[in-house]
Each structure stands twice: as structure tokens, then as C-alpha cells.
T-cell receptor, first 110, second 115 residues
Framework: DAKTTQPPSMDCAEGRAANLPCNHS???????VYWYRQIHSQGPQYIIH???NNETNEMASLIITEDRKSSTLILPHATLRDTAVYYC???????????FGAGTRLFVKA | DTAVSQTPKYLVTQMGNDKSIKCEQN?????MYWYKQDSKKFLKIMFS???????INETVPNRFSPKSPDKAHLNLHINSLELGDSAVYFC??????????????FGPGTRLTVT
């Protein structure tokens, strides 16, 4: 079973920031938080990951709470092409197994 | 250049047949994976190979046999296909499957339809 909880769906207006929450209250100290997204039926696409500190790349920002029990993926200026299912995953250090949950279906509307 | 490629993209076949799906990555990664995404859209890991060695076999029927001839290829052979095998199969690779921080890169998927 997935170790994360995400809302099933969210809406966002085009050009606004999309904030996607994720709860991972049972995360272990050696587990990273990863975010992927799947656009329509394409292969999942890696977005960002982090351990403790907030992270930013060209696609998004990842905010992890101090207790690491939750995180938020931020798409600063959502576009229609960001409409996708977003998966939050925690992954054991040294492990080869990635468990995908149901994810959050983000609808970006014009 | 495509990082992770799969062939074929679509595969339609009848029950009882044997078929193969091929996967190649040109990223120089050590670890490769097969995932199955069923009609309910849940993505489940099937196998993981690291340096051609099987690491994970997620209770997949033995009709499914992965083969890794080298680090860049991981093929999936399926015997005696059943209706329930209809799904989209994704191949993925990562640089260091056993080290924190290694993201996975996915192929475009192979949509298998068993009739």
C-alpha cells in the first residue's frame, strides 16, 4: 500500500500557482519524498524530490514540513499542459521499490 | 534521442498467445523496472533489475519472465496470455536503484490488449 495520502482531484486557474498537498505521516528518517506526474496516458515524469530541505527546480518547488509528515508541491504558474495526475511517493533509501498511490488529478482551467 | 524506449507501442493478441515487449534505455542507468497500469489507472511495480540481476519480483505470475541481456535492455516475455493481462506496461530506469535520490525515467508505455 502507498504510504502517502493525496486529495483525489484539484482545480487550478491557468497562470495561478497550483499547490498540491501530500500527507506522509509514517515517513522514516531515511525516506525521500518524490513527486511524479502522468499526463494523459504517457509514462510518468519525474518532477522533484527532497529529504528535509525545501527544493526548487525549473518545474516546481517542494516544501517539506519540519516534522516531515507532509509536503506540498508547488507549480508556480500552472498552464493547461500541467493538467495531469500527480503522484507523491516516499521511497526507502537503499531500496528498489517505488509504490504509486492513486495520486491527485489536477485540472488546470483557462 | 529517446531516453527510455519501448516496442511495440500497441499490442493486440488473443488469449493463450505468447508475446514480448522490449525496453531499451540510453541513459547509462544501472537499474531497470517494469510496471503495470491497469484499467483503474493504478501503477504497480512488477520487476526491478540492477546490473542485470533480478532484485524485485512483486508476486507476478510466472507466466511473466523478464530478461535483461545487458544493463541497457530489459525485455518482458509473457506466456499464455490472459484477459486480465490487458493493461499498459511501462518500463523505467534509474541511475542507482539502491541509493537515495535516484529518480526514475519512464518509457512511453506499451498498451497490451488481450482478446
Amino acid at each position: 500500500d502507498a504510504k502517502t495520502t493525496q486529495p483525489p482531484s484539484m482545480d487550478c486557474a491557468e497562470g495561478r500557482a497550483a499547490n498540491l498537498p501530500c500527507n506522509h505521516s509514517t515517513i522514516s528518517g531515511n525516506e525521500y519524498v518524490y513527486w511524479y506526474r502522468q499526463i494523459h496516458s504517457q509514462g510518468p515524469q519525474y518532477i522533484i524530490h527532497g529529504l528535509k530541505n525545501n527544493e526548487t527546480n525549473e518545474m516546481a518547488s517542494l516544501i517539506i514540513t519540519e516534522d516531515r509528515k507532509s509536503s506540498t508541491l508547488i507549480l508556480p504558474h500552472a498552464t493547461l499542459r500541467d493538467t495531469a495526475v500527480y503522484y507523491c511517493i516516499v521511497r526507502v533509501a537503499g531500496g528498489f521499490k517505488t509504490i504509486f498511490g492513486a495520486g491527485t488529478r489536477l485540472f488546470v482551467k483557462a | 534521442d529517446t531516453a527510455v524506449s519501448q516496442t511495440p507501442k500497441y499490442l493486440v493478441t488473443q488469449m493463450g498467445n505468447d508475446k514480448s515487449i522490449k525496453c531499451e534505455q540510453n541513459l547509462g542507468h544501472d537499474t531497470m523496472y517494469w510496471y503495470k497500469q491497469d484499467s483503474k489507472k493504478f501503477l504497480k511495480i512488477m520487476f526491478s533489475y540492477n546490473n542485470k540481476e533480478l532484485i524485485i519480483n512483486e508476486t507476478v505470475p510466472n507466466r511473466f519472465s523478464p530478461k535483461s541481456p545487458d544493463k541497457a535492455h530489459l525485455n518482458l516475455h509473457i506466456n499464455s496470455l490472459e484477459l486480465g493481462d490487458s493493461a499498459v506496461y511501462f518500463c523505467a530506469s534509474s541511475l542507482k536503484g539502491g541509493t537515495s535520490g535516484s529518480e526514475q525515467y519512464f518509457g512511453p508505455g506499451t498498451r497490451l490488449t488481450v482478446t
